[in-house]
């Protein structure tokens, strides 16, 4: 994006008007203020509509992104794919981070997209932010991103960045537990070891740990040309339950749930108790026998 100076701000507006013009499916809005500044600006396109309503149910909203010398917010709205692609639902540019301006950002996308609110939303840590989305979004369930998580525990916790120990039973906490119970077990061995209890950071990550989930990276174009000219090869004869994956799932996914079949193979299950017409099983792999689960 080139820099905005003078009268390169109503460039911009004229270039989305035009497109607009141009193209019914397109929607934008701009935002100015008393002195009829731009000072907020979001945009979508006919594609980015079609992706949302398809796969709108999961969205990351990042603000990390900062462009130009007047130090504009650019605030892309994300989703993945059955591809497990990136897929752009819309962009904007924004002039701050506060609770106002994600309002009026968040009600505009709202309304570009026919009221249609996704089910899950991904963002850094920001209260301002979360503030926007429980007033905006209300009944979408909002959690962060670990990759935020984790890049702050390395430029916010003072000594302990250079503790490659401590790094790694941070991303322990956010990566590697496979229940709760383990997690519990060693993210408070963790704060006891380096004596975080009073620690308002870590006091607060814990509070919200229910909010930490992951982000992705993938390419959609290589993807989906592998899936239209390719059919998956498997290490199991494609017959029966892998027969009918390799029909139904995309490649990406194909792979991931073949995983999950090879770990279904080594896993023992056994009857843990009885309550009327219901079982509950103890379910563990044969190799790693510290990953039991209950169900």
């Known amino acids: 994006m080139k820099r905005l100076e003078g009268k390169d701000t109503q460039a911009v507006v004229n270039m989305l008007i035009k497109r607009g013009e141009e193209d019914p499916t397109f929607y934008f809005r701009v935002k100015v203020n008393e002195a009829n500044q731009v000072i907020s600006m979001f945009w979508r396109d006919g594609m980015m509509q079609e992706d949302y309503d398809v796969y709108g149910d999961v969205c990351v909203f990042d603000t990390t992104f900062r462009t130009n010398k007047y130090n504009l917010v650019c605030a892309p709205f994300v989703g993945v794919n059955n591809h497990w692609s990136n897929v752009m639902f819309g962009c904007a540019f924004i002039a701050d981070e506060k609770t106002h301006t994600f309002v009026w950002l968040l009600e505009t996308f709202l309304e570009s997209m026919g009221g249609k609110s996704p089910i899950t939303i991904f963002t850094d840590q920001d209260q301002a932010m979360a503030n926007a989305i429980e007033q905006v979004f209300p009944n979408t369930r909002h959690r962060l991103c670990l990759w ?61 740990k229910e909010k930490w989930l992951d982000r992705w990276r993938y390419q959609e174009d290589q993807n989906e040309y592998d899936c239209g000219n390719a059919l998956p090869k498997s290490d199991f004869p494609m017959v029966g339950m892998i027969k009918h994956a390799a029909n139904v799932y995309t490649l990406t996914l194909f792979r991931d749930f073949e995983k999950e079949f090879k770990y279904a193979m080594g896993c023992i299950s056994n009857v843990n108790y009885i309550n009327g017409n219901f079982f509950g099983y103890k379910v563990q792999h044969e190799s790693w026998p510290e990953h039991t689960a209950i169900m």
Do not use: P
């Open 148 to 208: 935020h998580l984790q890049k702050n525990a390395v430029s916010r916790f003072g000594d302990l960045k250079a503790d490659n120990t401590f790094k790694d039973t941070f991303k322990k906490c956010l990566y590697r537990c496979y229940n709760e119970e383990e997690f519990e077990t060693t993210w408070f061995d963790m704060i006891t070891k380096y004596n975080l209890q009073n620690h308002d950071r870590f006091t607060n990550l814990y509070t919200i």
